[in-house]
């Protein structure tokens, strides 16, 4: 029986080079963005870092290679967002970001896949 050969959501977006323009427009947008101020004010001064570990979780979530994993261990998401307050109002900031990135930089029908999945992760991550 023949195997099916399956594309990752990683190669169909176009690899390392788009996953890391899809972060940095994220991450430019969290910092133009006026009416998400108040989830910019949750990060850091600067997002060098936020800007890695997004690219090196992406990079993995989006089945390319695990590169988050391999450096910090499993992900666990919920528990590193703890800390940090995130109500629908932050999910939806988050979301307005990501969202206008993936407009900009990924191409229909992958584009509302990533945007559903994004969703339920941004919504998993609600503590209050």
């Not at 992900?75 to 307050?85: A, Q």
């Not at 988050?94 to 990533?114: G, K, Y």
Request: aromatic share 8%; net charge neutral; hydrophobic share 35%.
């Amino acid at each position: 029986m023949p195997s099916q050969i399956t594309t990752s959501h990683y190669d169909l977006i176009g690899g390392e080079v788009a996953v890391r323009k899809l972060v940095d427009r994220f991450y430019e947008l969290m910092d133009e963005k006026e009416e998400v101020q108040e989830l910019r004010k949750l990060h850091a001064k600067s997002l060098r870092v936020s800007r890695e570990k997004l690219f090196l979780f992406l990079s993995g979530w989006l089945g390319g290679p695990q590169l988050y994993v391999e450096k910090y261990g499993h992900p666990m998401l919920r528990r590193r967002h703890m800390p940090f307050p995130i109500d629908e109002k932050q999910r939806d900031q988050w979301m307005l970001c990501m969202n206008q990135a993936l407009d900009e930089l990924v191409e229909e029908p992958m584009r509302q896949q990533l945007k559903a999945s994004f969703h339920k992760v941004a919504d998993h991550m609600r503590n209050q």
